[in-house]
C-alpha cells in the first residue's frame, strides 16, 4: 500500500504564494505517474497538474498554467506544487494523487479516475 500526505496549505493573501508538498511512502512502484487536483465548495474535484515520476512530461489545467509549477524530489520520494499568484478562485482542499502506470499521456494524467491513491487533503484558502 502507498500512503500519500499532503501539507503545506493555509491561508494568503491574494498575490501571495505557497508550496504544497506530498511526501510519498509504504511500497515503492517502479513506474508511476503523481498529479495534483482541487475541489472547491460545491465543485467537482477538479485537475491541476500531473507529472512523470522521471519528470520528462508535465501537465497543467489552463487555469493555472504559468502560475503552478508541478516537480518531484526523487530522492526525497516528495512532490510539490509551488503556487504563485494565488487568486481566490484557487480556494480550494488539494489533494495529491498516484497512478500506477507504465506510461505517459495527457489524457490518462488529467483524469482523477486514473490514479489508485490519493491523499487527505490540505486547505488552500486565499482571501480576495
Known amino acids: 500500500q502507498v500512503q500519500l500526505a499532503e501539507s503545506g496549505g493555509g491561508l494568503v493573501q491574494a498575490g501571495g504564494s505557497l508550496r504544497l508538498s506530498c511526501a510519498v511512502s509504504?511500497?515503492?512502484?517502479?513506474?508511476?505517474?503523481m498529479g495534483w487536483f482541487r475541489q472547491a465548495p460545491g465543485k467537482e474535484r477538479a485537475f491541476v497538474a500531473a507529472?512523470?515520476?522521471?519528470?520528462?512530461?508535465?501537465d497543467y489545467a489552463d487555469s493555472v498554467n504559468g502560475r503552478f509549477t508541478i516537480s518531484r524530489d526523487s530522492a526525497k520520494n516528495t512532490m510539490y506544487l509551488q503556487m504563485n499568484s494565488l487568486e481566490p478562485e484557487d480556494t480550494a482542499v488539494y489533494y495529491c494523487?498516484?497512478?500506477?502506470?507504465?506510461?505517459?499521456?495527457?489524457?490518462?494524467?488529467?483524469?482523477?479516475?486514473?490514479?489508485?491513491?490519493w491523499g487527505q487533503g490540505t486547505q488552500v484558502t486565499v482571501s480576495g
Open positions: 507529472i512523470s515520476w522521471s519528470g520528462g512530461d508535465t
Open positions: 494523487a498516484a497512478a500506477t502506470t507504465d506510461f505517459y499521456y495527457s489524457g490518462y494524467a488529467r483524469s482523477k479516475e486514473s490514479y489508485d491513491y
Open positions: 509504504g511500497r515503492s512502484f517502479s513506474t508511476y505517474i
